[in-house]
């Protein structure tokens, strides 16, 4: 069973950094892509950051610069490093595992907020 989880969301004051964590079990997590969607109340899912293949990573323009994705493959864990936060980025974060052309497995979700 595919179970992805995220953590380190939560509140934070604008200009702020938050790393979010996602692990990943009951896949061979090396062999798979990862990626960062999230989702604001009333607006549609974007695909924020994401490994494109051979350890290149792109990322939504309007986070181009402030945010960072990683991956551990020793511990079936990927990352999402943000800095200056704005009132913007705040959203339900939501990690994505592909094995082919779609993500296919989704996490639950962590909440961000960012709020003065």
């Known amino acids: 069973q595919v179970q992805l989880v995220e953590s380190g969301g939560g509140l934070v004051q604008p200009g702020g950094s938050l790393t979010l964590s996602c692990a990943a079990s009951?896949?061979?997590?090396?062999?798979?892509?990862m990626g960062w969607y999230r989702q604001a109340p009333g607006k549609q899912r974007e695909l924020i950051a994401q490994?494109?293949?051979?350890?290149?990573?792109s990322y939504l323009d309007s986070v181009k610069g402030r945010f960072t994705i990683s991956r551990d493959n020793a511990k079936n864990m990927v990352y999402l490093q943000m800095n200056s936060l704005k009132p913007a980025d705040t959203s339900v974060y939501s990690c994505?595992?592909?094995?082919?052309?779609?993500?296919?497995?989704w996490g639950q979700g962590t909440q961000v907020t960012v709020s003065a």
């Open positions: 490994f494109t293949g051979a350890g290149t990573t």
């Open positions: 994505t595992a592909s094995a082919g052309a779609t993500y296919a497995y």
């Open positions: 009951g896949i061979i997590f090396r062999f798979y892509r």
